[in-house]
């Protein structure tokens, strides 16, 4: 029961001879959770799904960058352009180089995009939202363990 989709998924490849689609030209890039895992769920998915609905509800081109096809953020249908791609620093440089994107949503897909805001704010992506150094603060347990201590929040010790 083969039917066309109207919107694909997407693939990216080294040395191919030529691309199934055009670049995008701009849009917001939101990184998706990837697998699911025991505290990393379904709620990174709603909120992947959430800011892609808010961000074409704004008017903005929205792209998904995820891998686990039991979510709804990859339903080819619920963005605008979906990649099917691993969530790492060059795969997603690649994305946001060649579709020339505005920018990237990484604060809403849990610790994988968390854990590359830092990387990808290095290499001079726009990040979006929630800037990259206020999520290391957040996930870097020294640093936030530093911050309780600096306002007086006792804390368990670990």
């Known amino acids: 029961a083969e039917y066309p989709a109207e919107t694909n998924y997407l693939y990216t490849t080294y040395h191919g ?3 199934d689609v ?13 697998a699911y895992r025991i505290g990393s769920s379904i709620e ?8 892609i609905r ?12 995820n891998y686990n096809p039991e979510t709804v ?13 691993e969530l790492s620093r060059e795969r997603v440089l690649d994305i946001y180089q060649r579709d020339s994107s505005d920018g990237v949503v990484v604060s809403v897909g849990g610790q994988i995009p968390n854990g590359l805001a830092i990387p990808l704010d ?18 870097d347990r020294s640093k936030f ?6 306002i007086g929040v006792q804390q368990p010790a670990w």
């Open 22 to 34: 055009e670049p995008a030209g701009g849009g917001v890039v939101v990184l998706g959770s990837g």
């Open 17 to 19: 001879s030529e691309h």
């Open 54 to 65: 808010t961000l074409r509800k704004l008017g903005f081109k929205a792209t998904m960058i």
């Open 145 to 150: 363990s530093d911050a309780l201590d600096s």
């Open 73 to 85: 953020s990859t339903d080819y249908d619920e963005c605008d352009r979906l990649y099917f791609e």
């Open 122 to 139: 290095k290499a001079g992506v726009k990040i979006m939202g929630t800037t990259a150094a206020m999520i290391d603060n957040a996930e």
């Open 44 to 51: 990174f998915d709603w909120c992947g799904v959430s800011c």
